[in-house]
């Protein structure tokens, strides 16, 4: 019988974090060779009736990837570069938190406005100058992602991504949680981050192309505001593309944020695929075996 809730997580430094019904388990590799794992606990507005709302809990999941993955990353880090693994201060952790939160929003929403410039009054067209920024906002977030994965450590990051996908693929699959047969699956996974990010470009053209070009400050402070709503909806149009991945048309759809994602993942090796097997297995400890069928956030 196939089980409503879905397994899922990120990549970290040298490590992959999974998300269970009851914790969060990360698993990362130390410089001595073997694992260092992490459990935390999630609270009432993780698990709670609130996360059952449409709308509202693509709202909350947002803040908790932020606040889970943030506190992973800085976890993992110390891990990689074998220093001593201290717990992080709220301050530290929400300080971060908030200026992740302001480089995306600067660089895909307010960036892209700001780089319209004379195009705006060249085009003469409200519609048409609000799909020309989506154009630059697809090109901007293109041109980040290929940029970064040239970065050896962030190359590194994207294996271990794609060590996450393979593994929550095949606990999809029901294939056996072992190396070999994590192996053949795919680095690829229709409700991950990167095709979130994908949706977020796409709604953001269809909202921003009804809301017109105001001024200036007017413009910048709709693309910000609107950032809840954005993420709200592209939230709940990745849980559908996810229901309804087995229809022909809907495959089709999904075809581009595939092929995205080939920015985001790379190949593992047998190690990295191990780590994201044990961070795996330790959320289904604590689920007692609880079955799965998808990521919410591969």
């Known amino acids: 019988m196939v089980n409503s809730f879905h397994y899922g997580g990120q990549a970290v430094m040298e490590g992959v974090m999974i998300r269970g019904r009851r914790l969060v388990a990360v698993a990362v590799r130390r410089p001595e060779g073997d694992i260092a794992l992490r459990l935390e606990s999630l609270g009432d507005l993780s698990t709670g009736l609130l996360r059952r709302i449409p709308f509202l809990r693509g709202i909350i999941v947002l803040w908790e990837t932020l606040a889970l993955g943030t506190r992973a990353l800085l976890f993992s880090t110390n891990v990689a570069l074998g ?5 992080i201060s709220r301050p530290v952790l929400w300080g971060t938190v908030m200026l992740a939160l302001a480089f995306v929003i600067a660089i895909i929403f307010v960036g ?21 920024e989506g154009i630059i906002r ?12 040239l970065l050896p450590d962030i190359r590194r990051v994207f294996a271990y991504h794609g060590a996450e996908h393979k593994t929550i693929n095949a606990l999809e699959d029901g294939a056996p949680l072992e190396v070999e047969a994590v192996r053949r699956y795919s680095t690829a996974h229709p409700r991950c981050g990167t095709s979130f990010l994908l949706v977020v470009v796409v709604i953001s053209v269809l909202l921003f192309v009804l809301v017109g ?5 007017q413009r910048l402070l709709s693309r910000v505001a609107l950032v809840p709503v954005i993420a709200a909806v592209s939230y709940e149009v990745i849980r559908l593309m996810g229901a309804l991945q087995g229809n022909r ?9 595939l092929w995205l994602q080939s920015l985001t993942t790379r190949e593992p090796d047998d190690g990295q695929m191990e780590v994201a097997i044990y961070a ?11 079955e799965a069928t998808a990521s919410e956030q591969a």
């Open 83 to 87: 220093e001593e693994e201290k717990e």
């Open 213 to 217: 070009t105001p001024p200036l400050w």
């Open 280 to 290: 795996l297995r330790e959320v289904l400890a604590a689920d007692e075996g609880t």
């Open 249 to 257: 048309v809907m495959r089709a759809l999904f075809r581009p944020s």
């Open 138 to 149: 697809l090109g901007v977030l293109l041109a980040y992602l290929y940029l970064i994965g």
């Open 112 to 132: 892209p406005v700001l780089a319209m410039g004379r195009l705006e009054s060249a085009l003469d067209n409200e519609r048409l100058a609000a799909l020309v």
